[in-house]
Each structure stands twice: as structure tokens, then as C-alpha cells.
């Protein structure tokens, strides 16, 4: 009788180690979906637009915060609610931390603002230096103005915003490049005007900025150190 609940008692043991082990292991609901759509698999970066992650639910499946192998299959399923992001490339001698970089790479291309171009601008604004504060009440990596503060956080949907908080400014200086890009594609200028007149918008905001090309023309120092900082940060990137 004892050898018996001894068995017993083994066997029920080696059952229950056998069930923790199968769940640990056990493939999640999301995976067992991707396996079965397609068994060739492909690396695929996502970032999902937060508007769409608030009502759809189901495409909470998909990882955001990392690489995820997604199935073919789901990529078409979901495409309109994905925003493909492609790697971010490694420029030589930019003095900002992975984390920040990612972040400015990403907003740039979720707002279709060239990465490079931001970098330059931040680069002429305050040589990547998040603490800036000039005489003429311009503030952080970016330098936004103090008058511009309330205005742009609203448009870069911040609440609680820290002016020198570099992913705070940068959201904001990133609105404002796409609001002036629309800005000026809606008037109907040429490729060249518009990357000419987002520059200077920046740097004097839109309505001196029109009043200066009227005068003035499409000749302007800012905008021409804007671009050969670009063009030597790119020069850097490594391909």
C-alpha cells in the first residue's frame, strides 16, 4: 500500500512538472497566429500611430517596442494601421545618446521631416546642447522660443511640458517643421520653395518669413548654414 501511494505521489508530481513546463514554453496566442498564417517569416519594425493603438485593440498582437518577426500574412492584414520605420542609419560625431536618436528618427519619420534636416537644425540652433537658453528667450536643443511654448506643445500633443526636456523640445520642433512643410505644399510651391521656406519659417516663423522672400528672395544665411550642416552630416553617415 505504501509503494503504491508512492507511485501515486510521483506520478502526480512528475505531471504537475510536466504542465509548468508546457506552459512556460507553450507558444502565445499572437505566435501560434503568425506561425499558421506563413511559415517564412520577415524582420519588420513597426510603430503603431497612438490614435490607432486607442481603437484598435486586436493590434496590440504586434510588439512596438521592439524588432518583431511578423508573418506576411498579418503585415497586409494591418498595414494601414502600421507605420514601417527602416533602420536607423549611425552618423559619426553626432554628440547625442541612442535613445534620443531613435526618438528624433522615428517623430521625423512619422512626420516625413528628413532625420538629417532636424539634426542639422538642431546643430544650428544650439550645437546639441539640451540646457541652451539665448537673450532672446529661446529655449532648449532646439530652441523654442518662449512665445511658441503653449502653441506648439498643444500641436505636439505634450501636456506637462518641460521646455528643456529634449524629447519635449524636439517633439515640438518636429511639429512645427511639418506644420510649415504642409503649410507651404498647400500654397502651392515647388520642392525647392517649400524645403527653402520650411528652413526659414523655423527661424522666423511663418509670416516674417513669406515678407523676407518677397524682398529678399530665396537667399538667406540661416538656411544656407542649415544646409551645409546637412550636407556634412550626411557625408557622416555611415552606409
Not at 8 to 17: A, C, D, F, G
Not at 19 to 43: E, G, H, Q
Not at 90 to 116: F, R, V, W
Not at 158 to 175: E, F, H, R, S, T
Request: hydrophobic share 40%; proline share 2%; charged share 25%.
Amino acid at each position: 500500500m505504501k509503494n503504491r501511494n508512492l507511485t501515486v505521489r510521483v506520478t502526480s508530481s512528475m505531471l504537475l512538472i510536466t504542465f509548468i513546463i508546457l506552459l512556460f514554453i507553450a507558444p502565445s496566442k499572437a505566435d501560434r497566429k503568425v506561425s499558421k498564417t506563413n511559415k517564412t517569416r520577415i524582420d519588420y519594425t513597426v510603430m503603431l500611430a497612438a490614435d490607432y493603438v486607442k481603437e484598435q485593440n486586436e493590434v496590440k498582437i504586434i510588439n512596438i517596442e521592439n524588432q518583431k518577426k511578423i508573418s506576411l500574412k498579418i503585415k497586409k492584414q494591418y498595414s494601414k494601421y502600421i507605420i514601417k520605420i527602416s533602420k536607423r542609419p549611425h552618423i559619426k560625431g553626432i554628440p547625442l545618446n541612442d535613445e534620443l536618436l531613435d526618438y528624433i528618427y522615428n517623430l521625423s519619420a512619422k512626420n516625413k521631416i528628413s532625420y538629417t534636416l532636424v539634426l542639422a537644425i538642431i546643430q544650428t540652433e544650439s550645437n546639441f546642447n539640451a540646457r541652451a537658453i539665448s537673450k532672446t528667450n529661446d529655449y532648449g536643443i532646439m530652441q523654442i522660443n518662449g512665445s511658441n511654448i503653449e502653441s506648439f506643445s498643444e500641436g505636439a500633443n505634450l501636456v506637462d511640458v518641460d521646455v528643456l526636456n529634449p524629447k519635449n523640445n524636439i517633439a515640438m520642433g518636429i511639429y512645427y517643421l511639418s506644420y510649415l512643410r504642409q503649410l507651404w505644399i498647400a500654397k502651392g510651391y515647388s520642392a525647392n520653395e517649400v524645403s527653402f521656406m520650411t528652413i526659414l519659417g523655423f527661424n522666423r516663423g511663418e509670416g516674417n518669413a513669406q515678407k523676407y522672400v518677397r524682398k529678399h528672395g530665396l537667399s538667406n544665411t540661416y538656411v544656407t548654414k542649415v544646409n551645409i550642416n546637412k550636407i556634412s552630416i550626411e557625408k557622416n553617415m555611415e552606409k
